[in-house]
Nanobody, 124 residues
Framework: QVQLVESGGGWVQPGGSLRLSCLASGFDFSRHSITWLRQAPGKGLEWVSTIDSDRAGGNTRYPESVKGRFTISRDDAKNTAYLQMQSLMPEDTAVYYC???????????????RGQGTQVTVSS
């Protein structure tokens, strides 16, 4: 059974940092790209970042809204993906999800499994 469990969310002041973790189980983590998405109150799902598997080159991608502030990484030995977030702004407030891409696919929204999410709140 595929499971993706996010952690590390919380409240932070503008300009602060948080590191989210995504612990995966039930599949061969090393063979899949992982994507992070977020959903702000009253808005749709927004792509945040994707990291490919090491065998596919380990490439990372970001939308302009988070580029230079967020960093995605992975530790295949721990079956865990991370999202380091810096210079956080109130508009980053959202529920953050990690998701698993289908095999051999570097996905944005075309994931096939997703975690339950972790809340990030940025406010003063």
């Amino acid at each position: 059974q595929v499971q993706l469990v996010e952690s590390g969310g919380g409240w932070v002041q503008p300009g602060g940092s948080l590191r989210l973790s995504c612990l995966a189980s039930g599949f061969d983590f090393s063979r899949h790209s992982i994507t992070w998405l977020r959903q702000a109150p009253g808005k749709g799902l927004e792509w945040v970042s994707t990291i490919d598997s090491d065998r596919a080159g380990g490439n990372t991608r970001y939308p302009e809204s988070v580029k230079g502030r967020f960093t995605i990484s992975r530790d295949d030995a721990k079956n865990t993906a991370y999202l380091q977030m810096q210079s956080l702004m109130p508009e980053d407030t959202a529920v953050y999800y990690c998701a698993k891409c289908p095999p051999a696919v570097s996905c944005i929204y075309q994931y096939d499994d997703r975690g339950q999410g972790t809340q990030v709140t940025v406010s003063s």
